[in-house]
Each structure stands twice: as structure tokens, then as C-alpha cells.
């Protein structure tokens, strides 16, 4: 398609257990974005690629949280051990470089992730 | 931290316009102000953007001041499905940051038949 695709558009998983959430991005775009909304919350910054390599982490919540791209395209985030405040819609973005203030970013609809 | 200000709610009457103020003080001469909103926690959906002179595209138009503290995004006929939270954005711009979107907590806009 020509949008931002995200996978699963939902998740319901038990506590403890991990797991990941696709995102492919415009084709193209070689910057994406991964935030996260908790439910009545704004929204989160978690991390940023430039291509393969991840320059700004700094949103990641703590070490359970991970994010490889491959590629240059696709890009997974894992969240180890989940627990209830994970809970959450999980946003992926993608734009031409990064490192351009008029490059517009674009978002998918989201992975609801409710963690039970 | 964001770096603009936005009223919480704003009410507009179907059929009119909806203007959306937002105040960005402190924003530097490369940092660019976008406009998002969001409807129902779905994925932000992008409207416009500008650097210094005023904009217009099919969905909306952008209005920066001269001294660029503060901005108005122009929803020029509002209807029912304009509602939604409306987020002022100014862009962090620099090298190796990704000029990511810092979202404050935006102004719900509703409009009312």
C-alpha cells in the first residue's frame, strides 16, 4: 500500500510473555518513528532510524523495549516480559531523511496492545 | 517537552470556520511548526506545515505571525468529521536527533451541527 502498514492492529497477550510489532514504512522513507499512546495519553516518543542505525533511542521506557530496522524498511519493536503498563496503541511514522525539518512525517494507524 | 501552547477545547458551529491558535515563543529560525490531529486514537493524520510564510493546502490553511511566536491553523468550513485533537508541533531540528515530533497535549476541537 502506499500508507505506513503496521502489524498487528491488535494484541492481546498475558503478562510475562513478549512481543513484537511490525511496522513497513512508506517506500522510500528512509527515517522512521516509533511512539506510543497509553489510553487518555498524548503521545510518546520511543525511537528514530535513519536507515539501519538508530541515532536517538532516548524514549525507549527501559531495557525491556527494543527496536532493530532491516534494510533499511521494515522495522520491528520488542518489548520483552510485558506487563499491564504496556499497555497501549504503539504508532510507527515514516519520512524522507531525518535530518530535514520539512520532510513530513506520516503515521500508521497504530498496534492496539493490551496486556492482560 | 513540547515547545508550543494550545488551548484545551475549542467549540466551532458547522459550516464555519475553526481557527486554532497556538503559541511557540521560544522557537528557532530553522524549526518548523506542523499541525497534526488525531480522531479517536487513531494514527495522527498530517494537515500542514510552514517555516515562516503563511500556507494553504486542501485541507487547511497556516498563518504564522512576522515574528513566528505564535501561529493559527484555519479550518476554513468545519464539518462533524473535523473533530478531533489538533496538535501545533514545532519540529526539533538537528543533526543525528531525527528531527522528531515532540506532541503536547493538543486542542480538541468540536463541532457542532
Known amino acids: 500500500g502506499a500508507g505506513v502498514s503496521q502489524s498487528p492492529s491488535n494484541k492481546v497477550t498475558e503478562k510475562g510473555k513478549d512481543v513484537e510489532l511490525r511496522c513497513d514504512p512508506i517506500?522510500?522513507?528512509?527515517?522512521l518513528y516509533w511512539y506510543r499512546q497509553s489510553l487518555g495519553q498524548g503521545l510518546e516518543f520511543l525511537i528514530y532510524f535513519q536507515g539501519n542505525s538508530a541515532p536517538d533511542k532516548s524514549g525507549l521506557p527501559s531495557d525491556r523495549f527494543s527496536a532493530e530496522r532491516t534494510g533499511g524498511s521494515v522495522s520491528t519493536l520488542t518489548i520483552q516480559r510485558t506487563q499491564q503498563e504496556d499497555s497501549a496503541v504503539y504508532l510507527c511514522?515514516?519520512?524522507?531523511?531525518?535530518?530535514?525539518?520539512?520532510?513530513?512525517?506520516?503515521f500508521g494507524e497504530g498496534s492496539w496492545l493490551t496486556v492482560v | 517537552d513540547a515547545k508550543t501552547t494550545q488551548p484545551p477545547s475549542m467549540d466551532c458551529a458547522e459550516g464555519r470556520a475553526a481557527n486554532l491558535p497556538c503559541n511557540h515563543s521560544?522557537?528557532?529560525?530553522?524549526?518548523?511548526v506542523y499541525w497534526y490531529r488525531q480522531i479517536h486514537s487513531q494514527g495522527p493524520q498530517y494537515i500542514i506545515h510552514?517555516?515562516?510564510n503563511n500556507e494553504t493546502n486542501e485541507m487547511a490553511s497556516l498563518i504564522i505571525t512576522e515574528d513566528r511566536k505564535s501561529s493559527t491553523l484555519i479550518l476554513p468550513h468545519a464539518t462533524l468529521r473535523d473533530t478531533a485533537v489538533y496538535y501545533c508541533?514545532?519540529?526539533?531540528?538537528?543533526?543525528?536527533?531525527?528531527?522528531?515530533?515532540?506532541f503536547g497535549a493538543g486542542t480538541i476541537l468540536r463541532v457542532k451541527s
Open positions: 521560544t522557537i528557532s529560525g530553522n524549526e518548523y
Open positions: 510552514g517555516l515562516k
Open positions: 508541533i514545532v519540529r526539533v531540528v538537528g543533526s543525528g536527533y531525527g528531527n522528531k515530533l515532540v
Open positions: 511514522a515514516s519520512s524522507w531523511a531525518g535530518y530535514s525539518g520539512g520532510n513530513t512525517i506520516y
Open positions: 517506500s522510500g522513507h528512509t527515517a
